[in-house]
């Protein structure tokens, strides 16, 4: 762009456009010839690739500079001065490496309005910076945000600059109140100190601030205290986010008389008691409310018409109930809408669906909320999220609205069959568990295969086969194609319905798979081959309770992740192969837990029948359990004593098979173990004493085998006294059974039992008896022979006095010599 | 008179509807309190959430079909710091191992709360001061074994009365006084004590005080 007076470029656009093009690197160096363009006052170079070289020196010499924007361009290093500078933008380039960078910011030109520093890597504490030294009066825009700055706000760093409108300091580490100083920055309007360390109490904190500030961001810090009550005073504020603080007391009704507040976000802090109708009086304004995760209740009028028109609202852990909040009706631009936990315990009402027709993001999930879902929910053709998990909803699944990406309908009474077309091509959770869905699973799904991620249909009462989804009749599906089919699924849960079939082949294209749950089907047939290398990211595999089988495939042992393998229940035949148990996250002691599933609420859960007991795993949980539970089966052969190397393994189970064998003595090498079930096989010998070094072990079962001899009774194998554990094996003996070894070993329990622990006692008490004999013998005679003690009394008392002298000294040396020893 | 006579019933109702909650949630925080203190290097308590309904599937935790707490087994763990008196409060517990550890400080008193404990497993630790004499509540426990560790002071001649007890290791530490020798400790053999310098024989009831030499 050229001047219209004088035809010199005076502006030059070079920005990267990053919605339409990749950052695209000016591969040269900026050529020196751009000098020739002396009058340039605007340059633009923002977002593009400079390959992280250092910015060229001869940019120090546009004289007529007044703005330049640099951010995101991937510039390595700090830049010369340019004295006409007003505006300069390098956000987001790495300056750590420029070890001058503190120096520079003292020699910025005292021209200069605007300055944005944001994500630069700037590391240093907030008082080094020679910010309040310099000349910067006229700065009006200061933006530090996103930096490692350090250290409290110093007193002094504003000083001067009394002309600053907009102080962006978030995202550092800054602890520590702010100063009193800040009060005379008389023009301030935006504050922005969130995800800091800034702690002491809200009320002081609001003191410091200058009247007119419009707009106060202070979420993530380590505020206290109360909201003061005269806020209310603070009429200019627009804008005031307080969320993830430690702020305690009720919200001051005086919030309502705040008439340009838009945004008022108080979430995730310790707030009580209220909200009534008066806290909203003026809020005209106010277009985002995020009250979610305190103590509060809202406690307005049935018929109250809020003077508001919210587009975000979320009040999830607000007490709303019982009745649905009628409020909501007048509220026709929500795009937000949380109300999850709210106590409430009514029907959806009829007019919901219509009010909410612009919403992009809704959670109602976690209240008592009952009625019928619509046919339909294409209508809410903005909608991304709908969360309504854990009500009383009835209806069968509605059509979706196309773009939505996150269903979760999980633990209400939607019933029916599946439609054969959900209506969406972008879904990625569908989320329906705990529900009374029945039918088949329609060849539909193949689509929405695409982009799931996570299918979780677990406890309904779906039936059939699934769709084989590469060679369905019409052929939609080449069978090349089938690669594509689920490869974006990461979490399949069917556990609890009938379906039946054999293993689902479209699992094959699953390559990003870690969470399969068959259990408790109808499934048959082997267990294919390819599981253990088409789906290599499996962390949980359980298909217990269902008719598998053939031989467990060794192939499974390929997968690396494995944290859960759960083939109990089923028909499987076959020997246990050395080489099927070498799970390599099962060998590594703490499990290098493997994140990459996202469970995707509180109630995603597996269940592992561990210490005789069912427990529930949840959410995060999941990770920390390892278990390997074959029982159940036909299995035959010997324990491979290769077993011992799962020293990760909490959870063994090989219980009701047709096992032979010895106890592998390498059983000590499982040293995490926990719950260790062997029983109902045909397991004979000893039971290996290297067993007693499991020091975790808390269930052990053992019963119903052919085992032999002397239990042993060292370690933690001494803390497993229910003798039921040992049950149906004749020839064990010892203790905690009641059968004697008649083996030559002794052990301390034998000897605690039997002839010698008698001895020792009757020692003991000779030894006690032959003294009060003596003892008595002397004095008795003393004490009943009345002339002598009459007579020989002082006599008497002193020979005693002796006696007890001559004991005690006689004693204390004795005591002495022992304590040489 | 019809509301008076219903009192009972909805006074059992309201027992039977708070002594689950209280009892799950309560053991899970003590379990946790005694965590906070812990120093875990090898991060063996590292599935102890506080934010679970009860510590039940927490490792090293066991419970019974009620949900209540009955085993800590945490042997040769790494673990040090001291034992907290939270323990205590763990009113279901019948074993308690944490052997071959680096616990520290005294043994709680509180310990002597655990009516139900079978097993108390405390040995090679560096736990000191003395064996609580509240041990002798502890009518239940078959196996007490606390050797390997720095204990002094005498043998609490409370625990003469564990009717129970068939099992006692309190060799090397730096006991004193004399050894009881009624109750179970009739039938214990002498190398349940031994190592101890200043423990001097079986007890002489009436001539040499029980605590002789402490």
């Known amino acids: 762009m050229c001047s219209n007076k004088t035809g010199h470029v005076v502006k030059l656009d070079l920005r990267v456009d990053h919605d339409r093009l990749l950052p695209f690197s000016m591969s040269s160096d900026i050529s020196p010839s751009l000098l020739a363009l002396e009058h340039l006052n605007y340059l633009d170079l923002s977002y593009n690739d400079f390959g992280g070289r250092q910015i060229p020196k001869f940019m120090g010499s546009f004289k007529n500079l007044k703005y330049l924007n640099l951010s995101n361009a991937n510039f390595g290093a700090w830049l010369p001065r340019l004295s006409s500078l007003k505006h300069l933008d390098m956000s987001y380039v790495n300056l750590s490496a420029a070890v001058d960078w503190v120096q520079a910011l003292s020699m910025l030109p005292t021209s200069l309005r605007v300055l944005h520093l944001s994500g630069c890597s700037l590391n240093a504490t907030l008082a080094s910076l020679p910010l309040y030294s310099s000349n910067l009066t006229t700065l009006v825009t200061l933006d ?38 800040m009060k005379n920055l008389h023009k301030l309007k935006v504050l922005d100190l969130g995800w800091n360390q800034i702690s002491g109490d809200i009320a002081e904190l609001m003191e410091r601030l200058p009247h007119k500030i419009q707009s106060l961001y202070l979420m993530v810090n380590n505020l206290n205290g109360s909201l003061p009550t005269w806020i209310e005073n603070m009429t200019s504020l627009s804008t005031l986010d307080l969320g993830y603080n430690s702020l305690t007391g009720s919200i001051p009704s005086g919030m309502g008389k705040l008439t340009n507040l838009s945004y008022l976000d108080l979430s995730s802090n310790q707030l009580i008691g209220m909200i009534l109708e008066d806290y909203f009086t003026s809020l005209t304004r106010l277009e985002m409310l995020d009250l979610s995760n305190n103590s509060l209740t809202m406690g307005v009028h049935p018929n109250w018409i809020p003077p508001f028109r919210l587009k975000e609202v979320d009040l999830s852990y607000c007490k709303m109930g019982p009745h649905f909040p009628t409020w909501i009706q007048s509220q026709t631009n929500i795009t937000f809408l949380g109300m999850s936990s709210a106590v409430i315990i009514d029907r959806l009402p009829d007019w919901f669906w219509n009010v909410i027709s612009q919403v992009e993001y809704l959670d109602l999930s976690l209240n008592q909320i009952s009625g019928v879902l619509p046919m339909t929910l294409e209508f809410l053709s903005t909608a991304d999220s709908i969360i309504l998990h854990s009500n009383q909803l009835k209806g069968r699944l509605p059509k979706l609205p196309m773009g939505l990406r996150y269903l979760d309908l999980s633990r209400n009474y939607i019933s029916g069959p599946l439609p054969l077309y959900l209506g969406t091509i972008e879904l990625k959770y569908l989320l329906l568990s705990n529900n009374l869905i029945s039918g088949t ?176 795993y949840q959410s995060d949980k999941i990770f920390f359990i390892l278990s390997l539970d074959l029982s159940g089966n036909s299995l035959t052969g010997e324990i491979p004593k ?180 | 008179m019809a509301s ?81 008196p939270e323990l205590g409060r763990l009113q279901h517990l019948q074993y308690l191992e944490l052997y071959r550890n680096n616990f520290e400080g005294k043994i709680p008193e509180e310990l002597g709360n655990l009516k139900n404990l079978i097993s108390m497993d405390l040995y090679g630790n560096h736990l000191q001061g003395q064996i609580p004499k509240s041990f002798g509540k502890l009518k239940s426990l078959r196996f007490l074994r606390l050797n390997n560790n720095k204990l002094k002071g005498s043998i609490p001649r409370e625990l003469a009365s564990l009717s129970n007890l068939k099992v006692i290791d309190l060799s090397n530490n730096d006991l004193c006084g004399t050894i009881p020798i009624d109750g179970p400790f009739s039938t214990f053999p002498p190398q349940s004590f031994e190592n101890n310098s200043r423990l001097n024989g079986p007890e002489l009831q009436g001539l040499v005080p029980y605590d002789f030499g402490c």
């Open chain 1, 441 to 616: 699973i329609p060849s539909s799904l193949c689509d929405q295969l695409q982009s799931l991620e996570a299918l979780d249909l677990s406890n309904n009462h779906l039936s059939g086969q699934l769709p084989e989804c590469w060679t369905s009749g019409n052929s939609f599906r080449a069978k090349s194609d089938w690669r594509d089919v689920g490869s974006n699924l990461t979490i399949i849960h069917f556990r609890n319905n009938r379906l039946s079939g054999k293993f689902p082949l479209f699992f094959r294209g699953c390559q990003y798979l870690s969470f399969l749950d068959l259990s408790y089907n109808n499934f048959t047939g082997n267990l294919p081959i390819w599981i253990g290398t088409r789906l290599p990211n499996l962390v949980f595999l359980l298909l217990k309770s269902n008719m598998f089988s053939g031989h467990i495939p060794i192939k499974l042992s390929k997968l690396d992740h494995l944290q859960i393998l759960d083939l109990a229940h089923n028909n499987l035949s076959g020997t246990i192969a050395p080489s099927l148990v070498n799970f390599k996250a099962m060998t590594l002691i703490s499990p290098s837990i493997f994140n990459d599933i996202d469970y995707y609420n509180d109630f995603f859960s597996l269940f592992v029948i561990t210490k005789g007991q069912i427990l529930e």
């Open chain 2, 4 to 84: 008076l006579s219903l009192l009972p019933f909805s006074f059992v109702l309201f027992l039977l509807a708070a002594s689950p909650v209280i009892s799950t949630n309560s053991e899970g925080e003590a379990l946790h309190a005694l965590r906070t203190k812990l120093s875990d290097p090898t991060n063996v308590l590292q599935s102890w959430d506080p934010t679970l309904v009860n510590p039940c599937t927490w490792f090293h935790v066991t419970c019974d079909d009620r949900n209540r707490v009955i085993r800590l087994d945490l042997g040769n763990s790494n673990i040090s710091g001291p034992l907290g």
């Open chain 1, 144 to 181: 530090l945000e996103y930096n490692d700055f350090q250290g409290p706000i110093p007193n002094g760093l504003l000083g001067n600059m009394t002309s600053l409108k907009e102080l962006q300091l978030g995202g550092n580490d800054l602890v520590g109140m702010i100063p009193k100083t």
């Open chain 1, 642 to 821: 290769q077993v011992g190397a799962l020293a990760g393994l909490k959870n063994l189970n090989l219980s009701a098979n047709r096992l032979t064998g010895n106890i592998p003595e390498t059983m000590n090498g499982l040293r995490s173990l926990e719950s260790l079930d062997l029983s109902n096989n045909e397991l004979f010998g000893e039971i290996p004493s290297t067993l007693s070094a499991l020091t975790f072990l808390s269930h052990l079962n053992l019963s119903y085998n052919n085992l032999s001899g002397r239990i042993p009774t060292e370690g933690q194998l001494e803390t497993f006294d229910d003798p039921t554990i040992y049950i149906g094996n004749s020839n064990l003996c010892g203790p905690p059974t009641s059968k004697n070894c008649s083996g030559n070993q002794t052990t301390m329990s034998d000897l605690l039992e039997h002839e010698d622990g008698y001895n020792m006692s009757s020692l003991y008490f000779s030894m006690g008896l032959g003294f009060a004999v003596g003892f008595w013998v002397i004095f008795g005679t003393l004490l009943f022979k009345r002339t002598w003690r009459t007579t020989y009394f002082l006599l008497v008392d002193d020979i005693c006095d002796r006696i007890y002298v001559f004991m005690v000294l006689k004693l204390v040396r004795l005591n002495a010599r022992i304590k040489k020893k």
